[in-house]
C-alpha cells in the first residue's frame, strides 16, 4: 500500500531554472512532512520539513507548498545548481512519540544540467 | 556527516548464509530506527528501538531477520538464511525521544546476496 505518492520519478532541469516535486498522502493520521536529499552511496538526509498548519516554509532555495484539502504538498528548489543534482524523497509521519515511522514516497532523480 | 555510522558498508554473501550489520547512533539519542531501501525506490521501515526496546516491527521484518539494541546504543541487524530478494540497502537512522519526527539516516550497509 502505497501511502505516499511521489511525482515526476526523474527531472532535468537547467541550472538556475526551478525544479518541483510533488507529492500525496493518503493518510490523514500524517502530520509531519520531511523531504530528504540522497546522493549515491549516502543515506538520506534531512533537507526541510513542515508541519500541516502551514500552508508554506521557505529555507534559502528550498521552499515546501502544502495542500492540506488536497492532501498534496511540494518541493521547489529555486536556482537549481549541478550540487542539487541527487534523489529526493518526500515522506511523512505521525508525530505522536507513539513510533514515528517514516513512510516514503518513491523517490526523484533531479539531474541539473550546467 | 549526521554521526550515525554503520559496518560494513558493503557485504556480498551467498544464498543461505547468515549476515550481521551494525549501526551505532548518535551518541545522545535513544530511538533507534532501521529502513530497507531497494534499488529505484523509496526506504520501508522496519523495525525501531526505544532505548533498548524493541518497540515496533514491519510485516516486512520475516522471521529471519532479527534486531537488538541490548544496552540500549549500538544495534545489530542479523538476516538468516539469507534470499536473493534481501539484496537492498539496510539503512539505520537515529533520533532523541521527543524529536522522533527528526531521523538522522547512517551511509547504509548494502547487502548483495548471490
Known amino acids: 500500500q502505497q501511502q505516499v505518492k511521489q511525482s515526476p520519478q526523474s527531472l532535468i532541469v537547467q541550472k538556475g531554472g526551478i525544479s518541483i516535486i510533488n507529492c500525496a498522502y493518503e493518510?490523514?493520521?500524517?502530520?509531519?512532512f520531511p523531504w530528504y536529499q540522497q546522493f549515491p552511496g549516502k543515506g538520506p538526509a534531512l533537507l526541510i520539513a513542515?508541519?500541516?498548519?502551514?500552508s508554506e516554509k521557505k529555507e534559502g532555495r528550498f521552499t515546501i507548498s502544502f495542500n492540506k484539502s488536497a492532501k498534496q504538498f511540494s518541493l521547489h528548489i529555486m536556482d537549481s545548481q549541478p550540487g542539487d543534482s541527487a534523489t529526493y524523497f518526500c515522506?511523512?509521519?505521525?508525530?505522536?512519540?507513539?513510533?514515528?515511522?517514516?513512510?516514503f514516497g518513491g523517490g526523484t532523480r533531479l539531474m541539473v544540467k550546467p | 556527516d549526521t554521526g550515525v555510522s554503520q559496518d560494513p558498508r558493503h557485504k556480498i554473501t551467498k544464498r543461505g548464509q547468515n549476515v550481521t550489520f551494525r549501526c551505532d547512533p548518535i551518541?545522545?539519542?535513544?530511538?533507534l530506527y532501521w529502513y530497507r531501501q531497494t534499488l529505484g525506490q523509496g526506504p520501508e521501515f522496519l523495525t525501531y528501538?526505544?532505548?533498548?526496546?524493541?518497540?515496533?516491527k514491519s510485516r516486512l521484518l520475516s522471521d529471519r531477520f532479527s534486531a537488538e539494541r541490548p544496552k540500549g546504543s549500538f544495534s545489530t541487524l542479523e538476516i538468516q538464511r539469507t534470499e536473493q530478494g534481501d539484496s537492498a540497502m539496510y539503512l539505520c537512522?537515529?533520533?532523541?525521544?521527543?524529536?522522533?519526527?527528526?531521523?538522522?539516516f547512517g551511509p547504509g550497509t548494502r547487502l548483495t546476496v548471490l
Open positions: 537512522a537515529s533520533s532523541l525521544f521527543l524529536r522522533g519526527n527528526e531521523q538522522f
Open positions: 493518510n490523514t493520521a500524517f502530520d509531519y
Open positions: 513542515i508541519r500541516p498548519d502551514v
Open positions: 515522506a511523512a509521519i505521525r508525530d505522536n512519540n507513539a513510533g514515528n515511522m517514516l513512510t
Open positions: 551518541s545522545e539519542h535513544n530511538r
Open positions: 528501538f526505544q532505548n533498548e526496546a524493541q518497540l515496533e
